[in-house]
């Protein structure tokens, strides 16, 4: 009892320490970006433009219109689309002859209980309820991620 409670201990003290580094990493992260936003590690390149938006317009439009003309996509013709099936289907054929030595597989004639089912058998020994409940703190969400 006693190694059930030190490991129930650790698992959530190991959680909360947890969480406490995330919210330090969180809040690390947000220094940084708020940091990083007031100056831009970027370098700027200013350039000064000395040519006249007038002549820049001129320009470019010459250049289109000196650009070959595209030619529309002749459309394709459309396939014949009638079905032109000429062999009859033949049916499947087994894998297995009727003389194979080997029997055929069956699935297994187990009966399957349903979980619920299961579940209940399991919990009605006090041993595998302190072990389920073992198993539900260390493998949870830690506790400081709990809504």
Known sequence: MKGVTILIILSVVGSIVSGIIEKRKASAAKKARSASLGSTSQPTVKTQWKADPVAVKIESLRRRRSAPQQRPLPKPEKPDLTPQIH??????????????????????????????IQLASLLHNQHNIR????????????????N
Do not use: F, M
């Open 87 to 116: 062999q009859t289907i033949t049916p499947i054929t087994p894998l297995h002859a009727k003389d194979c030595p080997l029997p055929t597989s069956k699935p297994a004639s187990r009966i399957r209980k349903s979980p619920s």
């Open 131 to 146: 072990t389920a409940i073992v198993l539900s703190e260390i493998l949870g969400k830690p506790v400081s991620q709990r």
